[in-house]
């Protein structure tokens, strides 16, 4: 590498120039780009910019959006390269401002945005065009406000092993939204934002946004609290005895088998707190009495315990005779 560079310097033509022509050189070619320069940026040229338009209400009152209000709008800027290159060096949106306070209603048309963005741009010679904006009238009704229930949007997705032990909790479990009364009364419950929690195995304590309000409606906080208790589950087989109902009255019967294994699956801290008394296995006679004696009756679960998780019964269905 240090040999190509040697040898690159040493065809160097400017070597074999004087110290005095290197600089004269060095002036013309400064020179020249300046002209250069001068010459290109003195032609008329455009550029595209996007413009954020915000409002200005009074304290008490907001905007109405039966219609969607215009929060930004894109334009082309013409004007020598000159003027445009100060504009370009500012990278941020231009901000306008509509002044609605001390008005219910306020009609805004291309002009009136024009002159407004005008007065923005950093040079006066600077043209505004292709502004897509057709007048319209903006709206202002009095601030009312609502408390609405949190609704969820977060998907939870537990490791294997794992199960919530109860519902998720929102703290607080509602919010207050403000906004105008015509879009309030059309809302029922606030969201969150949609949230996706994989591979749980613990208790979930943690901020989760709400759904970001628009310009016409905001809620009076940014997040809630969600509270998830999650807990390994395990499963207990419990032997329970079989109910009959609308046996005969006059008729002995026997019943086979008189009890059945559940396979339940429950939180690991339940394991204990379940007894076979919390379970109702039923065999329902009513409809399924056969004259021949002996009939095949369905097993039907009809009580268990809230903390349970999953239930298998081992048989699903016993023999029912009569004895004479």
């Not at 002044?99 to 600077?126: A, P, V």
């Not at 105008?180 to 208790?203: C, F, I, K, M, Q």
């Not at 004259?291 to 298998?312: C, F, H, M, S, Y």
Request: aromatic share 6%; hydrophobic share 40%.
């Amino acid at each position: 590498m240090l040999s190509i560079l040697r040898k690159l310097l040493n065809k160097n033509p400017l070597r074999e120039i004087s110290e005095t022509d290197r600089k004269v050189l060095a002036i013309c070619i400064g020179a020249a780009f300046v002209f250069w320069l001068i010459l290109n940026l003195s032609r008329d040229y455009s550029i595209r910019k996007s413009v954020n338009i915000n409002y200005l209400l009074d304290p008490e009152r907001v905007l109405v959006e039966t219609e969607p209000v215009p929060t930004s709008q894109v334009i082309t800027i013409e004007g020598s390269g000159w003027d445009l290159l100060w504009e370009n060096l500012r990278w941020n949106n231009i901000q306008i401002s509509i002044d609605l306070r001390g008005k219910k209603n306020l009609e805004i048309n291309r002009s009136d945005l024009e002159s407004q963005i005008t007065r923005k741009l950093s040079n006066g010679d600077l043209a505004v065009t292709n502004i897509d904006f057709s007048r319209r009238s903006i709206y202002t009704n009095p601030k009312a406000g609502k408390r609405l229930p949190i609704v969820s949007r977060v998907e939870v997705n537990f490791a294997d092993g794992f199960v919530a032990t109860q519902l998720p909790v929102f703290t607080p479990d509602s919010v207050t939204v403000s906004g105008s009364e015509d879009v309030l009364e059309n809302l029922e419950s606030w969201p969150t934002e949609e949230l996706v929690l994989d591979d749980v195995d613990e208790d979930i304590r943690q901020l989760v946004k709400l759904a970001p309000g628009g310009p016409g409606v905001t809620p009076s906080r940014d997040n809630v609290q969600l509270t998830l208790e999650a807990e390994a589950f395990i499963q207990r087989q419990i032997e329970v005895p079989v109910t009959v109902l609308h046996a005969s009255a006059v008729d002995s019967f026997q019943i086979i088998p008189q009890s059945v294994i559940l396979t339940v699956s429950l939180p690991q801290s339940s394991y204990y707190a379940i007894r076979p008394e919390d379970f109702l296995v039923v065999a329902d006679l009513a409809d399924n009495r056969n004259d021949n004696g002996k009939n095949t009756v369905p097993l039907e679960l009809r009580r268990q315990p809230q903390a349970t998780i999953g239930i298998v019964m081992q048989t699903e269905a016993i023999e029912y005779y009569l004895i004479n």
